[in-house]
């Protein structure tokens, strides 16, 4: 009943909290025989961590992980392959400032997992909110690179398309432009980076923050993952993403945008290709129908409420029941939804992963 675990086949278990010596997880299910480098897994931690430009959080944190276990060496040195056995991952943290909270030890953040916490533990770790922290999805991100490996030719990209009010024009989509070096945002529209970055500078000044919203897209997925009712493959990437800090919001496909259409737009029709495949002229469903994905394009959004922690004085309470105003000090990210796409990006790869192995335990076949 801890429920720090997610996945059913490919199960991953995260610990650790913001401001403790490290954080660290167990990817196990993992299908032996996988190969992969180390600096595979890093390259995915290092589009997440802290500190890579102004918009975001300036703790600075290397987000180094070291494989502890379930992994072989080959013979070049470099390349692990999985045992079978649980994967053991851990992270150090090495830029930890709890005094910087040392103001609200006793006082609700409004808007933040504070009081929540409170009442169902009866303590808090109000350094850096502890286990409520976005520190903890590094370890997440790690585990969605490894998810990538067990799906083969599995493609998971993703993309910022909304700060605040400000949203990109999606005419000018280049996937290629997302991890571009001078791209700060994870955007694929060359154009808006100017946009968000002047809009990110205002928020920042005045001492608040907004929220975001971001697109994942899986290609390579083969049809059949998924079951009814109950097993959903919509269902756990919604929750898979719905489990990230601070998402409030998950939509699949056309999402609540299909409420709008009608049944003869939102209907994906159907042909039969030349190599005598089913082909599908559109995909409103998002790649997925009854549960069960359809071999298109995945297609999630996700939205990221604004960071709770500001400089903006906000009234609350303290643990005594008075009345207080509270003033968050410390490295915050202006828009937290930056650094939320390669963890949305690794939730769905866990999800993929899992439905994968569970459709392939099912059938005997994929």
């Not at 987000?63 to 072989?72: A, E, H, P, T, Y």
Request: aromatic letters at 6%.
């Amino acid at each position: 009943m801890s429920h720090n675990t997610f996945g059913h086949l490919f199960r991953v278990t995260t610990w650790g909290e913001s401001h403790g010596p490290a954080i660290g997880g167990v990817v196990d299910g993992c299908p032996p025989g996988i190969r992969f480098k180390l600096s595979e897994i890093q390259a995915e931690l290092d589009r997440r961590r802290p500190g890579t430009s102004r918009f975001v959080t300036q703790r600075r944190e290397p987000d180094q992980v070291k494989v502890l276990s379930g992994v072989m060496t080959d013979e070049d040195g470099e390349t692990l392959i999985t045992t079978g056995t649980p994967i053991s991952l851990i992270i150090e943290n090495v830029d930890q400032r709890s005094k910087d909270y040392g103001e609200i030890a006793e006082r609700y953040r409004p808007g933040h997992a504070d009081f929540a916490y409170d009442r169902k533990y009866g303590i808090r770790d109000y350094r850096g909110g502890g286990r409520s922290s976005a520190r903890e999805t590094a370890i997440r991100v790690a585990a969605g690179a490894l998810a990538r490996k067990v799906v083969p030719g599995l493609v998971v990209r993703g993309a910022l398309v909304a700060i605040g009010e400000k949203e990109i024009n999606r005419d000018n989509w280049d996937w290629d432009f997302v991890n571009d070096p001078d791209n700060p945002f994870f955007t694929p529209d060359r154009e808006s980076v100017e946009l968000f970055a002047e809009y990110l500078d205002w928020i920042r000044k005045a001492g608040s923050s907004v929220g975001a919203v971001i697109e994942i897209v899986a290609e390579g997925v083969p049809a059949g993952l998924g079951a009814p009712l109950y097993g959903k493959l919509d269902q756990d990437i919604a929750g898979n993403l719905m489990s990230i800090n601070a998402v409030k919001g998950v939509e699949i496909g056309e999402g609540f945008n299909a409420a709008r259409l009608r049944g003869e737009e939102n209907a994906d029709e159907m042909r039969i290709g030349p190599d005598g495949e089913p082909v599908f002229l559109s995909n409103h469903a998002g790649g997925i129908l009854g549960g069960i994905s359809t071999g298109q394009p995945i297609v999630a959004r996700f939205a990221v409420k604004p960071t709770s922690s500001i400089l903006t004085p906000r009234k609350s309470i303290d643990r005594q029941g008075n009345e207080v105003e509270v003033v968050t000090k410390g490295r915050h990210d202006p828009c937290v939804g930056i650094r939320a796409v390669p963890i949305g990006e690794a939730m769905v790869a866990c999800a993929i992963a899992d439905h994968y192995l569970r459709h392939r335990g099912q059938t005997g076949r994929i």
